[in-house]
Structure formats: structure tokens, C-alpha cells
């Protein structure tokens, strides 16, 4: 799931205000979100220097992208086959709040 929202952000110009390493944190925070597990622990925050609260805007950035109906299908059709387990299919039906 973190590797989908990961490949979604790259075809989105506006995350280009965001590093690499805030982008994939951010995805593993709302991948683990998205399981209802804890978002982001002390020993996440230790190994990649990042807190929750640094984290924020970038999460609201790819919720509101992978929660959208964009004109770019291609990533999201990937992810929606069973090679992939279909996890394009889990962000509509979960809360990503």
C-alpha cells in the first residue's frame, strides 16, 4: 500500500515540494493508518528523523491525491490487479483520516 501511494505521488508535480525521504515516510504513515495500526512510532521517528507533526502536510497532500478521481489512471489500474493485491482498491473503502 505505501508503495502504491509512493508511485502516485510521482505523477503529481505538486509533491515536487516535498524530498523524497518526507514522501516515503509519509506513505509508510498512511499505509500503516490505513490498516488501523499506529501511524508513526518512536522507533520510526529514531531511524528516519522524521515526527509525526513533520509528516502532516505531506499525508494530507497524498490523501486528498489518492482519494481524488484524477485523469491519471495508469498507477492506480497497476495496483488494481491481483499481482498487486488490488490495494488501489483500499484507500476508497478505508478511512484515511
Known amino acids: 500500500l505505501a ?4 508511485e ?3 505523477q503529481e508535480y505538486s509533491m515536487l515540494k516535498y524530498m523524497p525521504s518526507t514522501i516515503a515516510a ?3 504513515s498512511l499505509a500503516l493508518k490505513a490498516n488501523n495500526q499506529e501511524s508513526w512510532s518512536p522507533t520510526l521517528e ?4 522524521y515526527n509525526q507533526s513533520q ?3 505531506c499525508m494530507s497532500d497524498i490523501r486528498s491525491m489518492v482519494l481524488s ?3 491519471l489512471n495508469a498507477v492506480k489500474k497497476k495496483y488494481s490487479s491481483s499481482k498487486f493485491l488490488r490495494v488501489a482498491h483500499i484507500p ?3 478511512n484515511l483520516a
Not at 508503495?3 to 509512493?6: G, Q, S
Open 8 to 10: 502516485r505521488t510521482l
Open 69 to 71: 478521481k484524477g485523469s
Open 3 to 6: 508503495l502504491y501511494f509512493c
Open 55 to 57: 509528516l502532516t502536510m
Open 46 to 49: 529514531r531511524y528516519t528523523n
Open 92 to 94: 476508497s473503502s478505508m
Open 26 to 28: 509519509s506513505c509508510v
